[in-house]
Every structure is written in C-alpha cells, then in structure tokens.
C-alpha cells in the first residue's frame, strides 16, 4: 500500500468511527461508544466529561427521553500525524419530543472537532468538542424531561 493509500484508508476509518458515535446515539446502544472513544476520553458538551462513562451517561441523560434523535454528518476531515490525528465533521441534530408545549422539533447545527488515538483495536477519539453554529425550532425540547 502506498502512503497516500494508507492515508486515505486512515482518513476512511475516522469518518467510520464519527459515523458509528452518531448511530450509537441514535439507536440508543450507548455501550457502542465503547468501540468510538478511548477509556479515558474527554467528551466537552457545554462542560468536559470526563471518561468513557461519564460520556455515555451524558449521552443518555441527554438523548434517552427524545421520542426521536437524529444526528448527520458531512464534510469529515482529517489530519494524520503518525499514531495521532486531528478531525472533525459538520453535524445536524433533530430531536423530537412529542407533545411538548410550543412544538416537538428543535434542530441544531455545527461541528465536531476531535483528537484521536491509533490504538491496537484502530483509531479512538481521546476529545471531541462540539460547537453549536444555529439552532432553530423549540428549545424547550432540551430542557424538558420526563416527569
């Protein structure tokens, strides 16, 4: 394999591993992030959490009380530097919490930015950062939970 092939394989299982983090949400199979992050990741969503657990317990405080999740990605990129990389995609979010006073969308959009690990088991992200550009429809929907 030569070194750009290399790269673009390195490159292509990066956007796999931000692709599999938005379906773990999505499905509600939380232990998949197990599999995106390292042990130790620090996850910063408004405030770092800090750990794999700490993650997925934001993940599922968070998301498990939608009727609906979904996350798209676009526009990955990656920089790769031996074991290490710097990566990111562009993100849109649409929850759906039905009946909800005002309406039952809210949308988010922005990017992820995320360092990375090559460990024995592939690439891992030790830091994603999420950074909200525009949201539109009820943000009521983030603050409501289940009563």
Known sequence: MTSLEND???KAAIQELQVLYSLAIDSGDYDILDS???PNAVGIY?????????IKKAMFD???YLTAVQHLNGNHWAQIRGDKATAGCYLHVTQHLLDTPGGDF???GGVYNDQLVLTDNGWRITERKIEIKWSKGNPLIRQR???
């Open 36 to 38: 995106v992050f390292t």
């Open 8 to 10: 673009y394989a390195h």
């Open 145 to 147: 939970k289940p009563s």
């Open 62 to 64: 968070g998301c498990e």
């Open 106 to 108: 809210h949308e988010m």
């Open 46 to 54: 408004g405030r770092p959490y800090n750990g794999i657990e700490e």
